[in-house]
């Protein structure tokens, strides 16, 4: 791993912090150690770690990107309504009906990971992006945490075969949630000062996975490798803009970093108690198989 410093400032900028937002019940800045982040060019990126539980009802995912969904079919009898189908499912949501119809295999895709890592617990939201027909276009992950990439993939395929009646506004968005824990029961930490602000920055580290994403493709596109790990450390102006970001350790791609850098320097965290903070981020590019 080399110790090869990378500085860059932000261009945002951001407002000195001030006195008058401290919090005299805090004898310091709040600091969020969010775990890895991997990055992978099939879209499955994940947390090594999960993170802590935070305030109560905090959110654990963030809002699903943007996406347009296909135009209607022409193909005759590619809107045909099952209209049978659609009595079954009245009274009840499209995310209640997907849950039930994914429980039993998710349950299996984790079961399967279970023999490669026997203590992965952790939670994944699988997101839905249903089409015109009420065919699933698309199948997204959000805050997947400790669940091997193979168990996602699973119900990410399992996910894709669901039918829903056509949404009456032409498309829709339907998030399932998974929560997984072994036999041994929910892992309990020692909750910190620091718990809820670090639940907070990994949904704002996540947030960033597009341009992330778009940071890994033009490096493929430019024929650079697409391997890379690095360490930022964010400075958090009172306002939640970045200030300075240091890159150390790193490895893999520089140029690829730099990107990362520039797009981490883009998000905006929540405003730090105390009118400033710290946030460190790691990303890993397309780790290699065998390295998780």
């Known amino acids: 791993m080399r110790r ?5 400032l932000a261009a945002c900028g951001g407002s000195e ?3 008058s937002t401290i ?3 805090r004898s310091r800045p709040p600091s969020a150690d ?10 499955i990126d994940r947390f090594s770690t999960c993170p802590p539980s935070g305030g109560l009802g905090q959110n654990w995912m963030p809002e699903p990107f943007a996406w347009t969904p296909p135009p209607p079919s022409k193909e005759p009898g590619a809107q045909v309504v099952d209209q049978d189908f659609i009595t079954r499912m009245q009274g009840r949501s499209p995310t209640e009906v997907a849950s039930d119809a994914t429980h039993r295999e998710f349950r299996e895709c984790y079961r399967k990971g279970l023999v490669h890592d026997p203590t992965q617990d952790g939670r994944v939201a699988i997101v839905l992006r249903v089409g015109p027909e009420g065919n699933v276009s698309k199948v997204e992950v959000y805050g997947a945490c400790e669940i091997l990439p193979d168990s996602i993939a699973c ?5 894709g075969r669901l039918r829903f009646p056509p949404p009456p506004n032409g498309s829709d968005t339907i998030t399932i949630p998974a929560a997984f824990t072994s036999r041994d029961g929910v892992k309990r930490t ?3 000062f620091d718990d809820s602000y670090t639940a907070a920055s990994y949904v704002t580290v996540e947030s960033g996975r597009p341009m992330y994403h778009a940071c890994e493709e033009q490096a493929r596109r430019e024929l650079r490798p697409v391997q890379a790990t690095g360490t930022f450390t964010l400075q958090i102006a009172n306002d939640g803009h970045v200030l300075q970001t240091h890159i150390d350790p790193w490895s893999g791609d520089q140029p690829l970093l730099v990107c990362a850098a520039a797009a981490l320097e883009k998000l905006k965290f929540p405003p730090p108690p105390g009118g400033k903070g ?3 981020a790691r990303l890993n590019f397309n780790p290699r198989q065998g390295t998780r």
């Not at 969010?34 to 879209?43: C, F, T």
């Open 155 to 159: 119900m990410e395929a399992a996910a």
């Open 278 to 280: 710290t946030v460190i």
């Open 17 to 19: 912090p001030t006195a």
């Open 34 to 43: 969010v775990s890895e982040l991997e990055i992978r060019a099939n879209g």
């Open 4 to 8: 090869l410093v990378l500085l860059v």
């Open 190 to 192: 020692h909750e910190t």
């Open 23 to 25: 919090d005299g019940t």
